[in-house]
């Protein structure tokens, strides 16, 4: 025997159809990791330049501080010693250049002698003059 199937019709009036709902959360989340991982290597690069820079070795400003240091005691030394860190900034204008020149040329006689005599006068106004134009 078989079994007698029946069928309800009714009438469905309260169920609305399927709406499209706009959901943008993928594309924010999307766009905030970009925007984080872009801050985090911003930070990241500022860090290890600033790590890189903190202890840099700066021969100019090593170089003034040897040249400042100067005692005018024992003038043979120092004519090296003023010849060979003046040399630095020889190059930063002409105007350095031409006074680096006139420097060199008053301590030659300081150089390459047994015994000499302390600076004259001249010669440490000479040194002066370029260690009064020298920036770092």
């Given at each position: 025997m078989q079994a007698k199937q029946e069928h309800f019709d009714i009438p469905l009036h309260d169920i609305k159809p399927l709406i499209e709902i706009q959901e943008y959360s993928l594309y924010y989340s999307?766009?905030?990791?970009i925007v984080s991982t872009i801050i985090l290597f911003s930070v990241?690069?500022?860090?290890?330049?600033?790590?890189?820079?903190?202890?840099?070795?700066?021969?100019r400003?090593?170089?003034?501080?040897?040249?400042?240091?100067?005692t005018y005691e024992d003038a043979k030394k120092d004519?090296?010693?003023?010849?060979?860190?003046?040399?630095?900034?020889?190059?930063?204008s002409q105007r350095h250049s031409n006074a680096y020149r006139a420097l060199v040329d008053s301590l030659e006689?300081?150089?390459?002698?047994?015994?000499?005599?302390?600076?004259?006068d001249e010669t440490k106004h000479h040194i002066d003059i370029y260690l009064g134009m020298i920036d770092v």
């Open positions: 999307v766009a905030l990791g990241l690069y500022l860090l290890i330049k600033y790590l890189k820079n903190r202890n840099k070795f700066n021969i400003a090593e170089h003034l501080s040897l040249l400042n240091a100067i004519a090296y010693d003023i010849t060979l860190y003046g040399a630095t900034f020889k190059d930063d006689e300081y150089k390459y002698r047994k015994n000499v005599d302390a600076f004259s």
